[in-house]
């Protein structure tokens, strides 16, 4: 099976109460963005790695590459007003070639290589996979005449990456943009795909937050 | 207001694969249940506070009170078969003149003092009241026809303590018991009562797992 990987990075750095975008802060001595892209890497040597970073960030992220000697191969464009014009551009640089796409949020690094390749493979069969993992506190349901509790056993979180068969996500980005798209997954299912669903790990955790990033650091010790 | 605080404690220790029960394992130097009951006790220095753990470890947590010199007044009585027999147990040890029912997970220690306050503030105006954040991962609903996107900001995450005034509380937990209820929040609602909501922190982690046992060590820090 030939790869592609979009890694998207939109990032701005206002939640993180920092000047610097959650992508490029250190974790483990490295900028976050570089431990996602070796995840890939390291899963297959051969994967084409698609980076896509705001416009105003890419010369910053072209002066940490040489400060880091970064030298994993990959392209690298800008991205849109929203993750889903970000995803589209991705996909436009992704080689005839390639059989499986899989779209991944760049503030992931700790997704593992099981994670990985369960879904890539699932994909491969069945065109669409995505990584799920249980929901462990009670949830409740917010309704205009009040909240509810509802069953967390019905509802499971989603990760990435989200893994397509190319024929799919490219018809699914062909539709137009609409608010309801959360994540590929919902784009694809809008376009009337299925969604298969493969087991996440629960360390890969979306840094979003100062905690977040310190959460991280200690799960890379233990993984 | 006069409050009351129950504090369940179940965990077994199979799930940490440890042999100490969860709620006893160290936190920052001090068995989790204590550093719990402490936060209580800061929030109230009158707050009456009753402990509800399994029968067989009763004996344990003396001892560690002994060991590490506890002396935070509390009652201590043996939980049942499910949590809902256990907060039964809990609810029949407070004193006549209690206002408000707080009911608190024991391994949820780095709940802050606002959450608290506020919980107990709300259930003391409108009856009911329990804690909830937003839950930032996408999330999916299962269905047996497969699985479907929800818009996550219909949902939030349930943290406690879950609080109430005496009577709603008491009438609720005089139902008979039902597989469906998650929380004392579903309990109260299946007893007719409306559930206010009010804000949580996103510190206050349920610790069931080794990582979470690190990440609380970490927030505790920068708390």
């Given at each position: 099976m030939t790869k592609a990987i979009i890694i998207v990075a939109g990032g701005s750095g206002t939640r993180m109460g920092s000047a610097i975008p959650k992508q490029f802060l250190m974790l483990a001595g490295k900028p976050i963005l570089m431990q996602t892209i070796e995840v890939f890497f390291h899963f297959d040597k051969n994967i084409e790695i698609i980076l896509v970073l705001p416009e105003n960030q890419i010369g910053y992220w072209e002066n940490l590459k040489r400060e880091f000697e970064f030298d994993i191969p990959h392209k690298t464009t800008s991205g849109g007003a929203e993750r889903f014009f970000s995803v589209k551009n991705g996909l436009s640089m992704?080689?005839?070639?390639?059989e499986v796409i899989g779209i991944h949020d760049g503030v992931r690094p700790l997704v593992n290589q099981q994670t990985v390749s369960s879904c890539y493979e699932k994909a491969f069969e069945h065109g669409a996979a995505i990584p799920v993992i249980q929901i462990k506190d009670s949830i409740r349901k917010m309704r205009e005449e009040g909240s509810k509790a509802v069953n967390r056993d019905d509802f499971c979180f989603v990760q990435t990456p989200q893994c397509f068969s190319k024929d799919v996500i490219t018809k699914a980005y062909q539709q137009e943009f609409n608010k309801s798209f959360t994540d590929d997954a919902s784009v694809a299912e809008a376009a009337g795909f299925h969604i298969q669903l493969t087991p996440g790990n629960t360390?890969?955790?979306?840094?979003?937050?100062p905690s977040d990033l310190i959460i991280a650091e200690q799960l890379l010790k233990i993984c």
């Open positions: 992704v080689s005839e070639a390639t360390e890969n955790i979306k840094i979003t937050s």
